[in-house]
Each structure stands twice: as structure tokens, then as C-alpha cells.
């Protein structure tokens, strides 16, 4: 059964570094489920060091393509970014107005962000001050805003101001991107109010970041959101795209709009393999004999996980019932707190480092640990800073920190011996759940495993 598919259209620059530009469109655009036409102005020999030369596309080349676009789809938004100079921003005002293109989002790119190169023809400026008019929702950052309305963005309070005199000029809505504000960046909306997103200040995952969520604003709109809910889908969508940014070139980091995507079909894989490494604790009928009292746990983690809910585990953990190991419920993600954490931790030391296990602390596990040549490191929880008692979940990720401080490298297995009412635990941490779960099932003394089923 045919269905159509919801069409937006990008108009802009080809960057090299498949990054920005209507690359970055592209693929924001179908991880939002939305297909994309193209309209090309400019081609950027770039890469995540700067821009090193730009090819401007003729006037009659630019205004055909948006002909042969809007004569044959129904474009439910159009997203423009890079136009470059007067004549070419002139071509799109004019397909804009001839074709009555609706929900449209402009990035107004005047610089390139990893050397601040100028990437427009400062004569087109006062063309698209007039495309305002007719634009849903402006973009630009505070250096934009300046340059659109000549008012000095240095503060919150400022980007209302041009934010203000944006709206005089046309523009439905405003969002100006990237305000310093103190130690955090802000994100100043304004359409019917004014609101602000504010979040931390990242310094290189942000190559192709301007293009990605101006897209998020068009796919929105062109998926029938309101605006006040673009904002808040986009901004959800640009710090999930920033939080996966990936190292493609010896400059910025660049943003990953496929975050998403990626991560959905990551988590039927990593489902998929804690229940194949739950079967085989529950089929070792003596497992039982290293659980600990809390429990056991079996987690995964998926790749660029950011929190607990990236982490799938054993929903109730596994228990010694009279002898046998038995989980309490199916696998998910967010089932595990504790050992999602420790995964979470360990992994900013060493990223591939995204299954763990925990089981009872004995020196005869330990003494097994080290039998099979596993990196042990251990913490104390008398040392716990108090400052680090008090936040709640903090603890474990701290333990974990200092375990692999003291071993100098990434340890293999993590153990604590607990204090007044805290057990005493070992965890091991490996690649995969089938991983962890066989070095502990090595834990299991011989003379239990030739009784076992």
C-alpha cells in the first residue's frame, strides 16, 4: 500500500565535510521522517578546520531548481540556509514569493563557524532582511542578529531586542542561538512569549549544529507541529545531535542528526543479547551460589548512551530462589539503576567498555578474578567525600571513577567492601553481556558446576 511522503525542501550550500550544509539537512530531514528536495546555491570546499573556497551557483540555475521543485512536490516547508550572494538570495526571495512557499525557516549563515569565515556577500544583506517577511521562523546566532538588525547581542536581555526588531521586519518567530549566558549557552525563542533553553556551553561537537536545527524547526513544521512545539522538538533533537557529535577530521567535532536512528536500532540488538545472557544464568542452576543479597544484575548499554534509560537490564534483577536463579521480570531499559551507572561511568573511560554483572564479593571470586588475568581495581566507601553522599546516585559513579584512577588504566573487575548497612560488591565489566556473564559463570567453584543441570 502507497503512501506519500511528507516533502520539505532544503536550499543551500553542499559542504564537503557531509556535515553541514544541505548534507546536514538531508540527513536531519529522514531521521525525522521526512523526505527532502534540494535546492543547491553554493558548493564549500570545507572541512572541520574552516572553508578553503566556495563556488556561488548562477542566478538561473538556482531559480530553475526551485521551479522544477514546487511544479512537481508539495513542499510543506523549506529550510534555507547558506545563499552566499545578492543575486543568488535574490533567486530564492523571488521562488518564495512566485511559488507561495509556506512554513519557512532561514538560517540567515553569514559566517562559517569553524574559522568565521565570511560566507555571504555582505551587499545581500538588505535581500534577505526582505525575506523576512515571509519567513515561519528566523534563526540566526547573536553575530546574525547584529548584522539583521544592528543590535549588539552580548546578553540574554540583548537577543530580546533583536529578537523584537525581527519580528518587526516579518518573521513570525525568532529563535537566536547560541547567547552566552554566564557558564551556559541560551537559546532565545520568541513568538507569541518569550522563552529561553538554556544548557551547558560545549566547546567542539558543534560542526553543522546552526544547520541541523534549523532543519528540526522545518521538518516540524512540515509535520503539521505548531511552533511552540517545533521549539521544543527541536531543541530536544539539537542536544541529543551535539550529545552524539563524532570525530571526522582533526577540527570540530562534528553533530550526528542519524543519532536517533541509530540508537533505535541499537536497542533491539542490545535487548536481544542481556536476554541470550540471562538465559544462561538462569540454565546455571548454581549461579545462585554467587549472588549477592541485592541481587544480580546483567546491563547493556547501547553505543553514545547518556543515561539510564540508554541502559537496557534485568527489570527486579536476578534472585536466589531456594537454589535457583530466577529474574523477576523481562529486560528493559531504565530496569537498572545502580549498575547503570557504573556502566555509564565506565564508559567515559573507555567507551566499548558497555556490559557489566555484578555478583557477590568473596576473596575466592577474587582470588578466580585474578586466576583468569582480569585488571582489578577497588574503592573504599569510607573514603566517600560527603559532598558526594548527599547527591543522590552519586556514589557509584564516583567509586567507579576512583577505581580506575587507582588502577592507571581500565580495570575488569570493580569491587567494593562495603560498610555499616552497604554490601560488600564485585562487578565485572566487559563488551557485551555474553562477555561478562561467561567470566562469571569461570566464578562458580568446580565442585558446584559438576552438580549443576
Known amino acids: ?37 534540494v535546492v543547491i546555491t553554493a558548493i564549500a570546499s570545507q572541512n572541520t578546520r574552516g572553508v578553503q573556497k566556495i563556488l556561488y551557483l548562477p542566478r538561473e540555475i538556482v531559480s530553475q531548481q526551485m521551479d522544477s521543485v514546487f511544479s512537481d512536490m508539495n513542499v510543506r516547508a523549506v529550510k534555507i540556509g547558506m545563499l552566499g550572494n ?19 525557516v532561514l538560517d540567515p549563515v553569514m559566517t562559517a563557524q569553524s574559522d568565521s569565515s565570511w560566507l555571504i556577500e555582505k551587499g545581500s544583506i538588505q535581500a534577505m532582511r526582505e525575506l523576512l517577511e515571509f519567513c515561519t521562523v528566523v534563526t540566526p546566532n547573536s553575530f546574525e542578529a547584529e548584522r539583521l538588525t544592528g543590535v549588539k547581542v552580548r546578553s540574554t536581555s540583548d537577543a530580546k531586542k533583536a529578537a523584537k526588531a525581527l519580528r518587526t521586519k516579518g518573521a513570525e518567530a525568532v529563535v537566536i542561538k547560541g547567547v552566552r549566558d554566564g557558564g551556559m549557552i541560551s537559546d532565545v525563542t520568541l513568538h507569541k512569549n518569550f522563552r529561553i533553553f538554556r544548557k551547558k556551553m ?9 544547520c541541523c536545527f534549523s532543519s528540526a ?41 542519524m543519532a536517533m536512528l541509530m540508537k533505535d536500532a541499537e536497542r533491539c ?33 547501547i553505543p553514545y548512551a547518556r543515561s539510564t534509560e540508554d541502559v537496557a537490564g534485568v527489570v527486579g534483577r536476578v534472585r536466589n530462589a531456594m537454589g535457583r536463579p530466577e ?4 529486560v528493559r531499559f531504565g530496569a537498572s539503576s545502580h549498575l547503570a551507572r557504573a556502566v555509564l561511568k565506565m564508559m567515559e573511560f573507555d567507551s566499548s567498555k558497555r556490559a557489566a554483572v555484578n555478583v557477590r564479593l568473596t576473596e575466592a571470586n577474587l582470588k578466580s578474578c585474578r586466576k583468569l588475568g582480569l585488571k582489578i581495581s577497588y574503592y573504599e566507601r569510607g573514603e566517600e567525600p560527603e559532598s558526594v553522599k548527599r547527591r543522590e546516585g552519586a556514589t557509584i559513579p564516583w567509586g567507579v571513577e576512583s577505581a580506575v584512577k587507582m588502577a592507571k588504566g581500565i580495570p575488569d573487575v570493580v569491587y ?23 567470566i562469571a559463570l569461570k566464578l562458580i567453584p568446580p565442585a558446584l558446576l559438576k552438580n549443576s543441570p
Open 86 to 104: 545578492r543575486e543568488i538570495t535574490e533567486a530564492v526571495l523571488d521562488g518564495v514569493k512566485k511559488w507561495h512557499a509556506r512554513n519557512i
Open 202 to 210: 560545549v566547546g567542539t561537537g558543534t560542526h553543522g549544529g546552526g
Open 1 to 37: 500500500m502507497s503512501h506519500n511522503s511528507i516533502v520539505a525542501l532544503a536550499i543551500g550550500g553542499s559542504s564537503t565535510t557531509g556535515a553541514a550544509g544541505v548534507e546536514a539537512d538531508l540527513k536531519t530531514f529522514a531521521a525525522l521522517g521526512v523526505h527532502s528536495a
Open 416 to 438: 567494593q567492601r562495603g560498610e555499616v548497612g552497604k554490601e560488600p560488591s564485585l562487578i565485572i565489566f566487559g563488551n557485551n553481556p555474553g562477555e561478562v556473564v561467561k
Open 269 to 301: 540488538v542490545v535487548i536481544s543479547d542481556v536476554e541470550a545472557a540471562l538465559g544462561e544464568v538462569e540454565s546455571c542452576m548454581r549461579f545462585s551460589s554467587i549472588i549477592p543479597e541485592v541481587g544480580t544484575n546483567i546491563v547493556y548499554a
Open 217 to 257: 524547526l522545518a521538518a516540524s513544521l512540515a509535520k503539521g507541529l505548531e511552533v511552540e512545539e517545533a521549539f521544543e522538538a527541536s531543541e530536544k533533537f539539537i542536544d541529543d545531535a551535539i550529545g552524539n557529535s563524532v570525530r571526522i577530521g582533526k577540527g570540530l567535532k562534528a553533530v550526528e542528526p
Open 327 to 330: 529474574s523477576l521480570g523481562g
